[in-house]
């Protein structure tokens, strides 16, 4: 798998009483992980993954996430 640092805009949402600001900006959000997948509609993102070979070959990863590709801004693959 690759290791991709993906740039991208998150929505912003508020769950407490307040004055409504008269703008809200989108989140501009980094994400570091190992591609595990990408299609037309997103990109799935594993951190950290792990593969287990002094066992069983077993293949885990702690966090996914999965990102819509029309929020994507800039994907950059680090050099292995």
């Known amino acids: 798998m690759k290791l991709v640092r993906v740039e991208w805009v998150d929505a912003q949402s508020r769950d407490e009483w307040g004055s409504v600001p008269h703008t809200y900006v989108p989140l501009r959000v980094t994400t570091v992980g190992y ?13 950290p993954y792990v593969i287990h070979s002094s066992v069983t ?3 885990r990863s702690f966090g996914v996430a999965i990102i819509p590709k029309g929020c994507v801004v800039a994907i950059t693959e680090f050099e292995e």
Not at 35 to 44: A, G, N, P, R
């Open 35 to 47: 591609l595990q997948d990408i299609d037309e509609k997103t990109m799935t993102l594993l951190d």
């Open 57 to 59: 070959n077993d293949e």
